[in-house]
């Protein structure tokens, strides 16, 4: 009899437990945009202008690395007024090359710009297909699997940040 009514009391419990789940899914989006050709497409644009860039900052190097091979060897030559302007000239050039990783490379710099362009609108695209799946198979909310475990859509009546505030007495 006691085993029954234990029995029982389990099986309501998973039962109310169970109605009470959370639904949720995992996607992996890089593996996602790896299949999907445009990504590929952009990826491949971005590759070349990266190279492009790379190519142009490593001919400016180039140069300037002559350009200091050549002081070196003829400074002991040149006039304090030559040697003044050639240091000039050197650092002039050294200035441009850093400005120019940084303008191409740099935090928000061309690079940076270019990915927005291209790849963005392709993020997007997956970033609205999840949310239409999760609203059309009532998840609750879904994981990104692809760089560590990310939220990348919940349900905003699961978000109690607000009741977090008001236990909190912020306003």
Same mark, same amino acid.
């Given at each position: 009899?006691?085993?029954?009514?234990?029995?029982? /009391?389990?099986?309501?419990?998973?039962?109310?437990?169970?109605?009470?789940? &959370?639904?949720?899914?995992?996607?992996?989006?890089?593996?996602? /945009?790896?299949?999907?050709? =445009?990504?590929?497409?952009?990826?491949? !644009? /971005?590759? $070349?202008?990266?190279?492009?860039?790379?190519?142009?900052?490593?001919?400016?190097?180039?140069?300037?690395?002559?350009?200091?091979?050549?002081?070196?060897? =003829? &400074?002991?030559?040149?006039? =304090? $007024?030559?040697?003044?302007?050639?240091?000039?000239?050197?650092?002039?050039?050294?200035?441009?090359?850093?400005? %120019? !990783?940084?303008?191409?490379?740099?935090?928000?710099?061309?690079?940076?710009?270019?990915?927005?362009?291209?790849?963005?609108?392709? !993020?997007?695209?997956?970033?609205?297909?999840?949310?239409? %799946?999760?609203?059309?198979?009532?998840?609750?909310?879904?994981?990104?699997?692809?760089?560590?475990?990310?939220?990348?859509?919940?349900?905003?009546?699961?978000?109690?940040?607000?009741?977090? /505030?008001?236990?909190?007495?912020?306003?």
């Amino acid at each position: 009899m006691m085993k029954k009514l234990f029995l029982l /009391l389990t099986f309501a419990i998973a039962a109310i437990t169970g109605a009470h789940a &959370q639904r949720y899914a995992i996607v992996d989006t890089r593996y996602i /945009l790896d299949k999907m050709p =445009e990504y590929a497409t952009a990826q491949k !644009q /971005l590759d $070349e202008i990266s190279k492009a860039w790379e190519k142009e900052i490593s001919d400016k190097q180039q140069t300037l690395t002559k350009m200091y091979r050549d002081f070196d060897a =003829e &400074q002991v030559m040149l006039s =304090e $007024e030559l040697k003044k302007k050639r240091e000039d000239q050197l650092f002039n050039l050294e200035k441009e090359v850093r400005m %120019l !990783q940084s303008q191409r490379f740099g935090f928000e710099g061309d690079l940076f710009k270019k990915r927005q362009d291209l790849i963005k609108p392709i !993020q997007d695209k997956v970033y609205n297909a999840i949310q239409k %799946l999760a609203v059309d198979r009532s998840y609750d909310f879904i994981l990104d699997k692809s760089e560590g475990i990310t939220v990348i859509f919940a349900d905003p009546k699961l978000d109690k940040s607000e009741d977090i /505030l008001k236990a909190l007495g912020v306003k």
